[in-house]
């Protein structure tokens, strides 16, 4: 297994691209509403890949036909936007990659549409804590396996569960680059971390079971009992100290 390492040049190119995930993910969040249909997210999507003078990561990937995906209540990850129309109380997870000179940037997130129920409310809280505890668990001389175990101990001590057949992955010029990162696992194994690794962590927690299952469109991944599922994403730098964040939105 090979883990492609930094420089710090790199990982400014990546610092951009990351930016222009989270600018174009904020556009997004902000113009989502009940009676759009999922279609017109991506339709953001694109307008503002064009305006950043950036390229989408998913369009093309393995087929994939759009920049965003998109994945409503009990759909995970990889929804294909298209003709469904949002109601108030659904949660839409959207995730969304761009690269920019050369590399890539790649996040996630989970929003309610107006109101959500309090189920939903903390399936959403607990997914974005699991992340936060993943990325704090991304230290220079520890190992893989505590970011992985962070996440699941969060998200499972909370009376749910994290998804097991998709992971995070390493990113730079390539958006899945080694390793995977498993949102479960023990603590103390797996590769040492080092500065200047690049991984996007991303735990998908569902308030039922794990497991999952594929739909008609052969991309949507939905849980197999029908329960909400939430994801949140970022692409991190593992540094001599806390994990740099390259999709974390810069404010002016
Ligand atoms: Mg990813």
Redesign the pocket.
Known sequence: MTIIIKTEEEIAAMRQAGRIVAMILKTIVEEIKPGMATKELDDIAARELKRHGAKSSFKGYRGFPANLCVSVNDEIVHGIPGKRVLREGDIVSL?F?AIYHGFQG?AALTVGVGRISKKAEALIETTNGALKAGIGAARAGGRLGDISHAIQNYAETRGYSVVREYT??GIGRDMHEEPQIPNFGPPDSGPVLKRGMTL?L?PMVNTGDWRTRVGDDQWTVMTADGSLSAHF?HTIAITDGEPEVLTKEVHA
Do not use: T, V
């Open positions: 995730d990659g790649d995070g992955h996007a991303e994403e």
